[in-house]
């Protein structure tokens, strides 16, 4: 088998292998990779990972990326030390499902993707020489399950950014109280601020003597071990071949593309639900044909969603025959015909949000966050223009409730017990930085953070 290659969604840079679109993060072309193709796990595989546990699931589906890359036994080694936490899958009611992504050591479904991250970022750095600056833009997880992952590694400095308002105290916590190699900035703005902040700072020709990295979802290396848990749930919930639903609550959708991913690999997806919060582009383009992001984004209880315009959009059009720019612009449309067979997605409300989440609890006495009541309405709102039948479906939960217990208390009248994960971080004294949200400001800060590098 012939090692596999990386293309720019924009098309203007070469072709590259995974190491190297991992340890760049995004293409000069400012364009975001995607696989040249996509390596196929065939239904005989996929009923074999019924017996098999979860890091052991992993290991088979990334070693179809990593092929000429990692040797398998170190890719077996790295999954081992990756994956010592558990993938729950909670019965909501017949056919349906709850996948608890919230086991890590941040209690985040992020931590799927950075734990792993962390262990290629390592090797990938050893193999190469150097020291490499992961920049990441966080809208509330991200953050902190970078910080825990990279906290430590050896060559790796981590520069977090968060809008300082939209965040919740222990989200703000779980990566505030890191040091070492790790800084956080508070930005007085918006995550899309934010996100331009770093994406701006890949492109400068003033920064090119430091090398940047991404640990965001416009990195390769989050989105195909965020596809695992599709297989792993699929493996569990439905027979060889059946189609399965998964409701997954988006902001810069990258959870969703970890599920087109292993959709294109060869798992049976009858759909993916797609619903945002308030912030509803997609859902708008689905509709019309016509997109336009949300600027200024908007602050929304989901707070990891509050994103105007989703990076990973461009990876999604570019599965579907189209080319989006880093700006929003489609400069030749998608099959949108055959992206609306494939996908919904409805922009839930805040005021919904609530309601569901103690309609929810009140029904099924199973505790929610405004996340994952997020795909729980919009799978109630899919259901309701396409009965789902007999189709297993799997609501993905992506954060445990005590991220939010101010929110969660609101409705439910209690707040939720804090996982032991979370406990030590919250006690340490938090240490952050602060700007606003002025990419020279940015930039000077870089500039100093490296002097003499």
Not at 69 to 79: R, S, T
Not at 360 to 370: A, D, M, R
Request: proline content about 7%.
């Amino acid at each position: 088998m012939s090692t596999l290659l990386f293309r720019s969604t924009n098309g203007q840079s070469p072709a590259i292998n995974l190491r190297e679109a991992f340890l760049a993060g995004q293409a000069p072309d400012r364009g975001l990779y995607l696989p040249e193709r996509f390596p196929h796990i065939t239904p005989a595989e996929i009923a074999e990972f019924a017996g098999l546990p979860y890091r052991q699931v992993a290991f088979r589906v990334l070693r179809k990326f990593t092929d000429g890359v990692i040797q398998d036994d170190a890719l077996a080694v790295m999954c081992d030390q990756a994956y010592d936490f558990g993938v729950p899958l909670e019965v909501i009611q017949r056919g349906v499902y709850l996948m608890r992504l919230d086991q890590g050591p941040t209690a985040s479904f992020k931590d799927f993707a950075v734990q792993m991250m962390a262990q290629m970022f390592a090797r990938f750095l050893q193999e190469v020489g150097g020291q490499v600056t992961i920049l990441t833009a966080t809208s509330g997880d991200t953050g902190a399950a970078v910080a825990h992952a990279f906290h430590e590694v050896p060559g790796v400095r981590v520069i977090v950014l968060f809008p300082l308002a939209e965040v919740s105290e222990s989200q703000r916590k779980l990566m505030t109280t890191l040091k070492e190699n790790v800084r956080t900035v508070a930005v007085d703005g918006k995550f899309d601020d934010c996100q331009a902040m770093v994406k701006r700072a890949f492109a400068d020709p003033a920064l090119e003597h430091i090398h940047l990295s991404s640990a965001n979802s416009i990195n390769i290396g989050r989105l195909l071990p965020q596809s695992v848990y599709y297989f792993y749930a699929a493996s569990r919930l439905a027979w060889p071949g059946q189609p399965m639903v998964f409701s997954i609550p988006s902001g810069n959708f990258g959870d969703m593309m970890g599920a087109v991913v292993a959709r294109e690999m060869g798992l049976p997806v009858r759909k993916i639900i797609a619903p945002v919060n308030d912030n509803d582009s997609f859902p708008r383009y689905l509709a019309s044909g016509s997109y336009e992001k949300v600027s200024p984004s908007r602050n929304s209880v989901s707070n990891a969603m509050n994103v105007g315009h989703p990076s990973n959009l461009a990876r999604l059009v570019a599965v579907y025959g189209g080319h989006m720019d880093e700006t929003g612009k489609i400069h030749r449309p998608p099959d949108l015909v055959a992206m609306r067979r494939d996908i919904f997605s409805s922009s839930i409300t805040d005021e919904r949000t609530r309601t569901s989440l103690r309609e929810f609890w009140n029904k099924y006495q199973i505790l929610l966050e405004p996340h994952g009541v997020v795909a729980w309405q919009g799978f109630l709102d899919w259901c309701a223009v396409e009965p789902l039948g007999n189709t297993p479906a799997v609501i993905v939960e992506t954060a445990n409730p005590a991220k939010f217990p101010e929110e969660v208390e609101k409705v439910v009248g209690w707040a939720p017990d804090v996982p032991a994960a979370m406990t030590a971080g919250l006690q340490m004294p938090e240490d952050y930085d602060r700007m606003g949200a002025d990419y020279e400001q940015f930039r000077a800060y870089l500039l100093a953070r490296h002097a003499g590098n």
